[in-house]
């Protein structure tokens, strides 16, 4: 299955790719109307977790996407071969529980992107905490994802990891089967207004 434009705008099927990677193929659908990367051909994930008594639960894991073949071609559009495109993310998790309403984890994420000859490593952190109200009926939570630096990048050049803050509440009625979810993302930006492109020319 291939990106879709708003997949590519909202960043839904980018997998573990660094942003530069993400704009130039971006830029490619827009001027050659196909996409320049695929949905993962071939994807994996593996979770081992265990308890240490009553608090402490650690987990380790990966995650493996494989994007399957592609064809190389000169500036002429002429076949010299195909190359591969494949990323790993190892998780380290580790999560404690404070008291009978708290809990916090911390997920320790060392990830690797390899696109055809390129290869760029990167290590990220996650950090979260969760609150459960002792009668079950409200829990809130909030992250902060992918703090962490690019160790090696593709062309030299390092880029930032694509942090984000996210925060959540929900609420169940006490005599109603019912509960109310309030999310917010991206709590790191203060600006969120979108730059609307009325002609398709203006695409980069």
Not at 191 to 198: E, M, P, R, S, V
Request: proline share 4%.
């Amino acid at each position: 299955m291939s990106i879709t434009r708003r997949q590519f705008l909202l960043g839904t099927s980018a997998g573990l790719i660094l942003p530069s990677f993400f704009d130039k193929a971006y830029s490619y659908f827009a001027n050659h109307g196909e996409p320049l990367l695929i949905a993962p051909e071939y994807s994996a994930e593996m979770l081992y977790a265990r308890s240490f008594g009553e608090k402490i639960n650690i987990a380790a894991g990966i995650n493996y996407l494989n994007y399957g073949k592609f064809k190389e071609t000169d500036p002429s559009g002429n076949i010299k071969g195909t190359f591969s495109a494949a990323e790993y993310a190892i998780n380290l998790v580790m999560a404690y529980k404070i008291d009978s309403v708290f809990s916090a984890g911390l997920t320790l994420k060392p990830i690797i992107s390899q696109l055809e000859k390129y290869t760029s490593l990167g290590i990220a952190f996650d950090l979260g905490a969760v609150y459960h109200s002792k009668n079950g009926l409200v829990s809130a939570g909030m992250a902060v994802r992918n703090t962490g630096i690019q160790l090696i990048s593709y062309t030299g050049i390092r880029e930032k990891l694509p942090f984000e803050i996210s925060a959540g509440i929900s609420g169940k009625l006490k005599h109603a089967p019912l509960r109310l979810s309030l999310t917010l993302n991206n709590l790191q930006k203060y600006n969120l207004l979108y730059d609307y492109i009325k002609n398709e020319d203006e695409l980069p």
